[in-house]
């Protein structure tokens, strides 16, 4: 994907430019607000991803400047640490996202994943979601694979909705204590690997081919093929 | 203290304006008594003239001449003390009898009180400096004579004298005792900010444990001195807080990022196959990920003790943040065997940070299952009572000896029977935080067997 990124610090700008390219991504950079704002208006970026503070105009009032034009490219804004307050997480609520630093590489790229799909037009129909032979139909409740009822708790419904509709991507624990607990907190132990094991003992035991995936030190992926 | 300083006290200040209003006050009514006391003086001279020459006036229609002029002499001896003058004259103003040598040009036989001045050749052996305007009394005699009786005014004028001289001491002591008064206010005033003055000073210079003193009178600067005391109590405590958790960070850090160090250096002496590279970074990640987790806590603790967390404030369903906490641990308990007993009100909302409390509450489930042995029960309860929520996290592991519990709750205090498993000691100092942000003291107790651990916070109203 074509990615805007806009940040003052040149260190850190050099590591995840080098990051995303090796990705497989084309990164621009701006190293403040002024021209990020006019490269974000003038170019045509998936996603961009701002530091909080900027030189010249601040990460925030950018957004509102690119939003006041019309412009939805979604937005991933780096905050440091401590400054995730109610006007980011207002921010993020118009399908934007925001990170503390210090954060993962893998958080980063996962989360970006996740934003611009979630800004393309689903793919899926809303209320029946289907990743090989394992289906989900939202309006019934009811889970089967191979057309084999599952019986699944209303959280672990949750759970595999939110890993269906991101298959084949990458998603991390924190996003996963985001999106399904509504959860911003450090559980310590992990409890959402038990959680993931308890559904993949549902959803893979006794089947030839295992759906949920684990990546080790990143998160989880559902996809067909391994 | 200089005088310049002391004359711009608010006391100073406020006794000279008090002073100026009441010496104005004074002299008023003391004004008003001297021209009273005057008039009464002029009205009793006025009568004493009146009367004098009534009865001369009837003598010498009553009397022969020589009779008549002895009287007059009896008279003029008697009144010499008040300098009474006595003089009869035809109507040309030629003197018949009396002491005085001529009629005093001018004065009409009005039979009125006029205030003359009498010349001094008039008067026979008088010294020149007793001239003066006289009240005089001049009246027509049925023969054609005139009459007039003159007083000296020394007694009257003694009287005057004395008052006004009264009414100056009077004004000067007053307005004395105003300004010393207010002066010895000022002074004491100024003592008392002077001592507030230098204990601000001296912790501005650094030395915080300074407190301004007390005088013990329980008066409104005692109030303010206690409430500023208050104030440097809780500033040097947090400064205190904040040099302890820069001292333990340094004290903790230190340790894993130079094993983070090492463990680079000594990756980089020889070449080594990437599988090898591999493992070396994917450990160094590891290890600065534990880091960065101790550094979050350290800074959320820290926040939550500063009250910033006060933005995202609002109400909270506890009950069901309690019960997602429960399944969201649950899990990890039945993994280890144990049961997890979930007692929780429904519908119970408080005031406060969501996030900070799912914190709170999962760190408290954490500590249960690291901390007690697998295969043991745990027992989450959420209940209200009154406008009280109380959570309560209950282990039947070996739990924390009294003397032990106010302890644990500092940063990074782990007891030796928890040093071999992982954590950073951070986990309980963080639920006290929360709690204490949320008004709530946190209390551990002894579960017999066990450890348990509770606090209550304040219920939503409304709710």
Known sequence: MHILLIEDDKAAAAYLTKGLTESGHVVDR???????????????????????????RDGLTLVRMLRADGRDTPVLVLSALGEVDDRVQGLTAGGDDYLAKPYAFSELLARLDALVRRSRPAAQPPHHLRVS???????????SRAGKPIRLQPRELRLLEYLMRHAGQVV?????????????????????DTQISRLRAKIDRGFDRSLLHTLRGVGYKLDESA | ????????????????????????????????????????????????????????????????????????????????????????????????????????????????????????????????????????????????????????????????????????????????????????????LLARIDAL??????????????????????????????????????????MTGMRQVTDNVAHDLRRPLSRVRNLLDVTLIKARNSSEYREAIGQAIDDLDEIIRTFNALIEIAQAEAGSFRGDWGPVDLSALAAEMAELYGAQAEEQDRELDVVIQP?????????????????????????????TPLRLEMSAAGDRVRVAMRDQGPGIPPEEREHVQKRFVRLDTARTSPGSGLGLSLVAAVARLHSADLRLGDAGPGLIVSFEIERASGA
């Open chain 1, 133 to 143: 032979d394992l289906e989900l139909d939202l309006t019934l409740h009811r889970v």
């Open chain 2, 347 to 375: 519908g119970v909302a408080v005031t406060g940070n969501r996030h900070l409390l799912a914190q709170a509450i999962g760190n408290l489930l954490d500590n249960a299952l690291k901390f007690s042995p697998q295969g």
């Open chain 2, 197 to 238: 003055i230098g204990t601000a000073r001296s912790i501005g210079a650094g030395r915080l444990n300074r407190r301004i003193p007390l005088s013990g009178q329980d008066d409104e600067f005692d109030d303010l001195a206690g409430q500023l005391n208050a104030m440097l109590n809780r500033i040097q405590a947090l």
């Open chain 2, 1 to 188: 203290m200089n005088l310049r300083r002391l004359l711009r006290t608010s006391a100073v200040r406020l006794a000279l304006r008090y002073a100026l209003f009441y010496v104005a006050l004074i002299a008023l009514a003391l004004g008003l008594l001297y021209w009273s006391t005057s008039r009464f003086v002029d009205k009793q001279l006025a009568a004493g003239l009146h009367s004098t020459a009534d009865a001369l006036e009837r003598a010498r229609a009553d009397l022969d001449h020589g009779e008549f002029d002895a009287m007059v002499q009896a008279e003029l001896h008697a009144g010499r003390a008040s300098k009474l003058h006595v003089l009869i004259a035809n109507a040309k103003g030629v003197p018949l009898e009396g002491d005085l040598e001529g009629w005093p040009p001018g004065l009409s036989a009005d039979n009125r009180v006029h205030n003359v001045q009498i010349e001094d050749d008039l008067i026979p052996g008088r010294s020149e400096d007793e001239d003066a305007y006289w009240p005089v009394l001049a009246r027509r005699l049925p023969d054609g004579d005139r009459l007039l009786v003159a007083h000296g005014l020394d007694q009257a004028e003694d009287l005057l004298d004395f008052i006004q001289g009264t009414m100056i001491a009077i004004l000067a002591v007053s307005l004395g005792l105003a300004l010393g008064l207010g002066l010895l206010q000022g002074r004491a």
């Open chain 1, 172 to 192: 991390t624990r924190t996003m996963l204590l985001e999106q399904v607990w509504d959860l911003h907190f450090d559980p310590q132990t992990n409890v959402i």
């Open chain 1, 30 to 56: 701006a190293a403040d607000g002024e021209d990020g704002l006019h490269l974000a208006l003038t170019g045509q970026y998936d996603v961009l991803i701002l530091d909080r503070m900027l030189p010249k």
